[in-house]
């Protein structure tokens, strides 16, 4: 089990797979936040920093790419997973440059998630 200070913001544009993905981090020990627009979050990293964000790379207003660009000139320390469907392949390499820690290729396992979540948020 984690400890409640392991706060995680979760950024999909699909409000149902964003809830279900917060109660299963949530059930599993961290402290989920769900933002269903990148701009929203945007907006709530001037006064909030998580300790890790999760985005999805397709969505309306911008890729999870260009949310992390934008986020890391808030809080350039903060570490990023892309979360994703799509099948492009010079996607890792672009998330990569540009500051993602990892790429998260769906349909994936919870616990590989969770791996990721403790690898890259250096959570114990």
């Not at 149902?16 to 990293?45: H, K, Q, W």
């Not at 207003?61 to 570490?79: A, E, K, S, Y």
Request: a negative charge; proline letters at 5%; glycine letters at 4%.
């Amino acid at each position: 089990m984690h400890n409640k200070t392991n706060v995680i913001a979760v950024v999909d544009d699909n409000e149902e797979f964003s809830t279900v993905l917060v109660s299963l981090l949530n059930e599993n020990g961290f402290e989920a936040y769900a933002f269903n627009d990148p701009i929203a979050c945007i907006d709530r990293m001037q006064s909030w920093k998580p300790d890790i964000l999760l985005t999805d790379y397709e969505m309306p207003q911008m890729t999870g790419i260009d949310l992390v660009r934008n986020i890391h000139q808030i809080l350039p320390d903060l570490p990023c997973l892309l979360v994703t469907g799509s099948s492009e392949i010079l996607l890792k390499s672009k998330a990569t440059s540009a500051g993602c820690s990892a790429v998260i290729f769906k349909p994936f396992e919870l616990n590989e998630l969770i791996t990721a979540i403790n690898i890259y948020g250096k959570f114990k």
